[in-house]
């Protein structure tokens, strides 16, 4: 062996662990990947994930070691940088607190389907068997008024898929059907504060609106979303129930007393 | 004449009906059962007394091997699950029929009853608890269903009660099935699905405390598979405590119990709880300790009461003097009480059911509401768990809320000028016409 081998040896083998180590951006990934995982890839690039410029590396890390698919598929590696507030909504369902105490027990080279892992992390559901349109399969959010549209009702069927590898299919369809009505009752809330603050403008009426819609209404769809009690309940409708109060209680007093100055806080 | 009324009736009813997915001959359950009928969703929180059979599907009787056979496919998780339970690994293994029956046409879900006959012992336990009474595992669903907002609400809306309060009609709550594992239940992870938000902040209280902080630095080392009992654990739990040597009658020790009413902590049925408390206690700590604990307790629950008392007085106050607005004859009549239909009275503390009148009230009497239910248990949850901080941030809240309802009286005292009958403003609404024309 010359010395010329030699180097090129060395030079081959350091730029090969290199490019192994280097972080590896999204269109590097597709390069090889597209041809690969055509399905997969295009299904990424439906996704509101692709919309936000998410690539590969945000969810399976840079380092092309042979765990990346691994890497995704526990709860750390959506709630970990983005997706706290689901999180915690997650950890308190009956789900979350089983994948918790799980632990290490939870085999994450097994596939996301079949009830493969005990309890569903996030990716389990919303990224099912390989799904990564992540939005297609779960749908975080169905408006009831809409449910009569084709694709909706492709959704609402996509969405009890991984439900049905541990429940029942009628516990899925009933679960899914009285989370709608819950959902939509919460909008009832919401469309009867709407109309009293479209009638009577108040500046504080429609800070409470804003909550209603932004933090109480989202709450009891992470609430059914997740199987968490608390977020349906403590966090949701009867907080919605004390904003519209308040609401009409402020609305009550203009109605009272004309045009005077409202002073409440 | 009437049963062409009672058409009509369904009739006009009928699109909501199905919209809600109604039975219509399916009743409710309790002491309300006539004026509710369940959503499709109960039958699963109360399989007792609301399931009804799959009969669609899949007919004949099946033994283990076979449910399994077709159960491996159609319903993959559950099965490995199974597969880990003590109950497929023991030597005569327990297979599906044992617990739901064997002919798919009448399946049941099993509650205590069906666990009882293999499990005596935890069975008798959680039974014995109801002689306590409330707040109690074994009477919750009861609590719930008859509850005055239960009967009122969109039965939709009110599943979301039942999941937690369901503690009492399946093992589940805590055993997750399929793998029923006992060690799972000891964690207190188990209990903070349900003992967790605004008015029972368990988990963050424990968390908080010395005793949570050193679960969560070593608990996931510790052997779970220990008995609830004396130097088995470096720091009690949830279960610890409250379960002793894994008793499921968790009432025995409730002094305080809920929160949401004052009570006499040197009763003499409180003062033989205490020295359940003691003897529990003593297992880590000398005696007196626990004694010394208790009494902080009592002292911040007494001062907190004479707080709360005085807002009550307050809001009387205000009531007499018909200043709280709207008046309850404004409003939504108080859920399902006849008495409350001939004579509307605004209702305020916990003997005139408060309880039930979070909503549909004044903001000032929702203000005291969510001193009283929320802030006020958190300061009692933090303080009972030993996490005085908690406690005290929850009494700093309570005392900002007092302060903000004084103001609000003294602003309400101070307006002037007819008031308009606000009746139309109360009654009308998406969400209120609903809840008016079909609970």
Known sequence: MNGETLFRGWFFLVVTLWAGSAQVMA???????????????TAWEKSRHAQAGLGCEACHGAEHDGAMARRARPVEACASTCHARERSSHMLSKHGVIALLEGERLDFSLPLKDGNQRAPSCAYCHLHDTEHDAGAGILPLIPLAAVSNASLTVRTEARAVPCRDCHSPRFVETWFSTGDKMVEIGRMKVREAETLIARHEDVEAGKILARMKDVHLSNVRLGVGHASPDDQWWHGHPALDGDLLRIKSRIGEILSQGSQTMNRP | MRIAGTLLVVALLWPWLAWAGLDPDAKGVGENADLWRPDPMHEYWDPGNLHRPETERVKGLFQGEACLECHRVVTPGIVKEWRTSRHALTKEPV???????????????????????????????????????????????ERAVDSKHFADKPKAEVAACLQCHSVASKCDSCHTRHRFDAAEARRPEACITCHSGPPHPDDEAFFASAHGQLYRQEGKRWDWSKPLAKGNYPAPTCAYCHMKDGNHQV?????WKFGIREINPQSAENLIKRKRWQVTCADCHPPEVGMEFFKKLDAERTQSWRQLYAVERLLKNLRSDGLLSPSAKERPPYPIDWLAK???KERIGFYEGQASAFYNVSAIERDYFELWYFFNLGAYKGMAHGAKELSEQFHERMGVQVEAIRNEAERLRGQTGAKKDLKPLWMEGDYTKFNLDYN
């Open chain 1, 27 to 41: 269109g590097t990934c597709l390069e090889c990947h597209r041809e690969r995982d055509g399905a997969l890839v």
């Open chain 2, 95 to 141: 297979l599906c029929p044992a617990c739901h029956g064997e002919d798919h046409q009448k399946l049941s879900f099993p509650g205590p009853q069906t666990c009882g006959n293999c499990h005596p012992k935890r069975l008798a336990q959680m039974e014995e608890e109801k002689h306590y009474g409330f707040p109690s595992h074994a009477l919750a669903m």
């Open chain 2, 251 to 255: 009432a025995d020790k409730a002094v």
């Open chain 2, 342 to 344: 001939l004579f509307p």
